[in-house]
């Protein structure tokens, strides 16, 4: 049964930095691309970056320069280090991962591609 579980996040001024981590257990971790999503209250559920099994990246246009995705295929966690946060960078922060190995569509930003999701964790930045 494949869990992750998110941690790091905080309340944090703006310009600050904040480092989120996704501990994953229940399968073999390098074998996956993972991302990370975030969601506003009364928004959707967004795309923020995503990480291939051997290391490619892509981040959201409004992220990207800002935020670094990363992993630990030895301590199984997924990162993302988040600098010069602004107050719009707020909501609930959620690693998710998909449910094939090696997924030649692990660029796709969609939230329908991934099966797997952690609880969430809160980042709040203020003004």
């Known amino acids: 049964q494949v869990q992750l579980v998110e941690s790091g996040g905080g309340l944090v001024q703006a310009g600050g930095s904040l480092k989120l981590s996704c501990a994953a257990s229940g399968r073999a971790f390098s074998r996956y691309h993972m991302g990370w999503f975030r969601q506003a209250p009364g928004k959707e559920r967004e795309f923020v970056a995503a990480?291939?099994?051997?290391?490619?990246?892509i981040y959201a246009d409004l992220v990207k320069d800002r935020f670094t995705i990363s992993r630990d295929n030895i301590k199984n966690t997924l990162y993302l280090q988040m600098n010069s946060l602004k107050p719009e960078d707020t909501a609930v922060y959620y690693c998710?991962?998909?449910?094939?190995?090696?997924?030649?569509?692990?660029?796709?930003?969609?939230?329908?591609?991934?099966?797997?999701w952690g609880q969430g964790t809160q980042v709040t930045v203020s003004s």
């Open positions: 998710a991962a998909p449910r094939d190995s090696y997924d030649t569509t692990w660029r796709s930003v969609s939230p329908a591609q991934y099966a797997y």
């Open positions: 990480i291939a099994w051997a290391g490619g990246t």
